[in-house]
């Protein structure tokens, strides 16, 4: 049995949550100051993440509409700042990271 059956990941350690804590802060900052790729890049990871079938302990697909054309990576990271990026998405809003060079997929797709 694995962490993904059994939770285990989800009831992490202070220092895992701590760890998970930094890791999704440093990636709203590198969205928020990297520079940006081009239209072809930009249109490609939307594509990979419209595709994504990656789903959350729940069973909701990663890829979400938040708000309009808004799309995030699980949920929205000001909702909930302690998680696992992997399993429960990075939380970052979509259309800003799909544009930022120093940006990426937490699962490795892009
Ligand atoms: S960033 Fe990665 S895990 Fe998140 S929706 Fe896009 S492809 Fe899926």
Redesign the pocket.
Same mark, same amino acid.
């Given at each position: 049995m694995t962490d993904r059956d059994t939770g285990a990941a989800l009831k992490a350690s202070s220092p895992r949550k701590a760890w998970n804590l930094f890791y999704s802060a440093g990636s709203l900052i590198f969205n928020l100051f990297s520079p940006s790729v081009d239209e072809k890049l930009t249109r490609s990871r939307r594509e990979?993440?419209e595709g =994504?079938a $990656?789903t959350d302990p729940e069973d909701r697909r990663?890829?979400r509409k938040i708000k309009g054309e808004a799309y995030a990576?699980?949920v929205p990271f000001f909702k909930k700042m302690l998680r696992d990026p992997k399993r429960e998405?990075?939380g =970052?809003y $979509?259309n800003l990271?799909w544009k930022k060079r120093f940006t990426g997929?937490?699962?490795g797709?892009?």
């Open positions: 990979i993440c =994504c $990656l990663l890829y990576c699980g998405g990075c =970052c $979509l990271k997929c937490p699962n797709l892009w």
